[in-house]
């Protein structure tokens, strides 16, 4: 051993121990500069969240709410004989309207001329609604009754400011003169919004109705499908997570399942849609289009999740709970469904919530099964039209208003998003609030 | 009978099945449980259960053979010269007249007779149809009508014998079970195996669902590759289908979309990657609990939003938004972007959504390097970041390697987001800003729609998804293998 000799440099004479040396003001800064690096990436990322939330809010509020012109009318008996009277009942009943309407705005001292071509360009056929209201209800002749009726979606649009005066063309549409109209009736309080119950509860329309389009019944398409995945995926996965769990030996086969679900769990939801389409489809001729299939494809790409989550609350049950239950004299099967499962219960339930929601929200293997291109006019009327009859699913109805090219519908692809958002959010809720309250420490 | 009512029964016949063991079981034991071998209900459960599932088994058996019986033989009676694909479109046809006729006969319009004698030369048969609501695409020929008759008499014996076969061997099952039941039979025993054997099942469903995505893709990637050649598939620098339908023109080059796919998720890992990576390193090194309590789930919230979320977001604010400066008269006075969807938008959108999966990856990965490692690196005067960038990083290396693999494996599979915001030109260029497509983009608009499954362009989607299950399988098994051959350093 050689004495140390080489002496470590020294610091300069004259300088304080207690002033950082250039070195060490420069390994301070790149100190401060990475922890700079982390909060900004976490910022950014939170940033892009808030984007997409006000985006999303932004966007799709305005699908909840309906431009509606609302009247107050009163039809007489007189004015009802006369409609009926003459050859063109709806145009008629239409310049009751109008003669009403114009009351109630000069009422309001306002001046403005409304004639029923206007009207029409406005409100759509407002005759032939309110010939059928009196048809139906007779006795509303002569009493006082309050009307709501839906804009046009140009109204809409131009009271949101996305349509300017100058974009207006002249023509069958809309006329600049109209926008005048439009202008007074919002002074006198006759245009409002109302919530739009429909977009909650209405079917799908046709590419030349956004304004009536609604979430409702793909909201019943999600519901079967997501009937279905539970009832498939839950008892399977938890029987899958219990063999291999509980009584699987380590050997070839076992090996063989544990990394077919690792893998399951990574491939593209795609891939699982051209699998249903080729095996329930093509194979198996199941229709087209159902909830089903469209079912029956998500319980295959929701079981890995499921049996993850599953083992993961089987592996946390102690194994002196087992060893309890075999002392007295229990069968391995028994300790397992008569013990271990009903303590893993809420972890499995917690898992399979976050599966379900998961679900909820894949559209790419339903565009493939043929849940998109069509229209979702109807409600299914039972369990097996719910299954089997062709109908839309939540994200797929978003992807089809999303793909039409009326900017209409955009508004409506945002609102759906947000009912969208509202599932996932309330299944995610759940499941905290199980864990929270059931999980169990050992 | 129909299927649900055959099931029905079976599901009866186990229920009594269960309660005459029971009993039996109860009554041979004079009526002292103590004096069994098992608990009275496994005596139960056991005659229940063979009566139920020998039944079922016979049960999917049949519907199996069946149709595929019916079929070999009633295309035997069609045109002997037709191709295979016109064979299928023609016994399609028979089907969805037997079908209809069905449906005349349970909506009353046909009498069971009169369908099975219908004739082309004396009925319309189209118009009869049509009365219940079943549109044809064609007249009915002579022989689409004689096969449809001969399916629908094969599909009627057949239903009968299925009925009587089944309810026939879950009485077996049930009478058997039955006779063996006395107090020393080991009912217990026998039930948890068949117990077992339905776990062992339900575990298996990977393996079948693995087997079904792998032969699915396969078959139908060699009939591609019998009507297109496998060269100009994986080497064609175009992508051109044609839209006419039949016959040949379509060009259906891989190569433009791999370009494709790759640059998207090229640029969502050039967004992804720092950013969730500073982020892991922020969370489990620098923050506070409070911090990390709040920031991580946020974070996470990301990974659960559906990709149709993204999709329209990429389509409908992020495209018009990278327009107005990027784009013609925007702010940077650049005409690099023409439209909203290009390689850019997606690539960005789909950057913002795996930053939590990279970053919750890593977080994990970060956190499993041993304190002793950091603590040594303080101790010989390291700083913070020092210690993190010399120390932690190299440690956790090889995990944050397989975190981003997995990360790219996602991107290339995913779907909504380039199907909305990347566009639809199959294009070879370098420009970020160009509209571009992707393998999934093209398999989603080569597979929607109408398409019967003989074109190539229909086809060529299997193929592409193919293509796509190789290489993100081989991704992911390769990230897998540096993640576990790390883990096992620290054991």
Redesign the interface.
Known sequence: MTDATVTPPMRAKGKSLMADDARTQK??A??R???A??????L???S??VF?AT??LR?GIPAFTQTVVQVEFTLTQEEFDAAEGTLLKTSAYTDVFVSKLTEQVSAQGLDVEVDGKAVERLLGKVGGDLREFYKENPDQIGQPAQFQLAAASRVERYLQGKLTRDMVVDGRFLEKTDLDIVDALVDAGIITSAFDWNFITGTDTGVDNPGGAGIGASVIGSFFMMLVVLFLSL???V??S???EE??PKNRF?D??EV?????A???????G??G???FI??AHLPQSAPLVGGLVLT?MT??TI?ISTRASLKAVPPSIRDAALGVGA???QSVFHHVLPLAMPGILTGTIIGL?QA?????PL??I?M??FVAREYPDGLASGLLDPNSAM?AQ??TW??RSDEAF?EK??GG?IV??LF?MTM?IIAIILRRRFERRW | MSNLLIIGIVLILGAVGFLLGRQRALAAAGGDARNLHSLPKYYGANVGLNAIVPAFGVLIVWLLAQPLLVNANVSGMLDEGASAGARNLLMADVRRVADGLDTAVSQGALTAEGAANLGTDTDNVREILADVGVALGSEVTAQTLSAAQRYRAMSATGNIWKTIIVIAASLAGLALAFMVTKPSFRA?NIV?TG??A??????????M??V??VL??V??TIEFFRLYAASEFFFGLRWNPSFSGRGGGSELGIIPLLWGTLYISLVALIVAV??????A???S??ASKGVRAF?KP??E??A??????Y???A???VGPLLVEVFGEGGFLGVSWMAGGTAVMTAGLVMG?ML??FV?SLSDDIINAVPQSLRDGSYGLGA????T??QVVLPAALPGIVGAIL?AA??A?????IV??GAGAAARLSLNPFDAMTTV?AK??SQ???DSD?ASPEALV??AL?IT??VI??AL??FA?YIVRKYREQYD
Request: glycine share 8%; hydrophobic share 60%; no cysteine.
């Open positions: 390994r301070n790149a100190e500069r990475f922890k690096y982390g909060i900004i990436a976490i950014v990322g939170l892009f969240l997409l985006s999303i966007n008892p399977i996965g029987a899958a219990i063999y291999l009584f699987a076992t063989l399942i077919n679900i690792s893998n399951l990574a491939v593209p939801s795609i891939v699982f051209i699998l389409l080729a095996v093509q194979f295959l079981l890995p049996v069968s391995k099967m929601a909820l929200g894949e559209t790419a565009l493939l043929g998109v291109g994200p978003i992807y999303a793909a955009f692809a945002w998003i969208l958002l996932l995610n | 217990r948890e117990v077992l339905v776990l062992i099942f339900a575990a298996s469903i990977a393996i669902t693995t079904g995505i699915s893709l078959f139908n720092p950013l969730g990576l500073f982020a390193i922020y969370l090194e620098y920031a946020l974070l919230v990301l659960g939003i559906p990709t149709i979320v999709g329209l977001f389509l409908l604010t913002i930053i939590p970053s700083t913070k970041s020092e993190v960038k997995l494996s996602r290339i599979g995913e779907t909504m199907v909305l999934t398999i989603v597979l929607t729609g499954f989607a299997f998804g796509l299950f993100t399988l992911n098994v897998l």
